[in-house]
T-cell receptor, first 117, second 116 residues
């Protein structure tokens, strides 16, 4: 069985601070995918990144960066120089890539990020 | 153009009613899904369809019936609505094909269902 844990329920920062959202996952599978999604106050789910289990390269996209460490089963997300528009709920999710598991994402409980001006 | 669109966005209805939520994707994807987000923001899959064929039915009450007339559409019909059905329902799609899962899953904007 898969499990995703996001240790921080809520984080509050002041604009321009850096913030890291933690994600730890559990799976017995060797092939899997990890995702991050953003849910802004308007409610939609916005895809941010997908990473497969064989690719441990860190990734940077603008102010966003992701640190994937298989040894600690973690896939952490850092926002550099946070902005008010980053305020949202962020979800980490795990997808088992075998069998008939089409699209069966296992989500973490989400981290509510509030960025104050 | 919205890639995954669902209607209605907001729906308030009385207990016992039957309602439908429609979903369409214009991404050319083979697989579509319904996810439910409860009041605590927890997201869980309900159904997945691959090329109109039901793949996952995640122990959802049989009052919920998905229907896929073609691979670009996946509608959700709910009979005899109950208070506990109040939630946000997300439609999604991916390029997953049989035997080759793992592609990015794109979500619609959500449908807020309130049962009173």
């Amino acid at each position: 069985a898969q499990k995703v844990t996001q240790a921080q329920t809520e984080i509050s920062v002041v604009e321009k601070e850096d913030v890291t959202l933690d994600c730890v996952y559990e799976t017995r599978d060797t092939t899997y995918y990890l995702f991050w999604y953003k849910q802004p106050p308007s409610g939609e789910l916005v895809f941010l990144i997908r990473r497969n289990s064989f690719d441990e390269q860190n990734e940077i996209s603008g102010r966003y960066s992701w640190n994937f460490q298989k040894s600690t089963s973690s896939f952490n997300f850092t926002i550099t120089a946070s902005q008010v528009v980053d305020s949202a709920v962020y979800f980490c999710a795990l997808l088992y890539a075998g069998g008939t598991s089409y699209g069966k994402l296992t989500f973490g409980q989400g981290t509510i990020l509030t960025v104050h001006p | 153009d919205t890639a995954v669109s669902q209607t209605p966005k907001y729906l308030v209805t009385q207990m016992g009613n039957d309602k439908s939520i429609k979903c369409e994707q214009n991404l050319g994807h083979d697989t579509m899904y319904w996810y439910k987000q409860d009041s605590k923001k927890f997201l869980k899959i309900m159904f997945s369809y691959n090329n109109k064929e039901l793949i996952i039915n995640e122990t959802v009450p049989n009052r919920f019936s998905p229907k896929s007339p073609d691979k670009a559409h996946l509608n959700l019909h709910i009979n005899s609505l109950e208070l506990g059905d109040s939630a946000v329902y997300f439609c999604a799609s991916s390029q997953d094909k049989r035997g080759r899962p793992g592609n990015t899953i794109y979500f619609g904007e959500g449908s807020w269902l309130t049962v009173v």
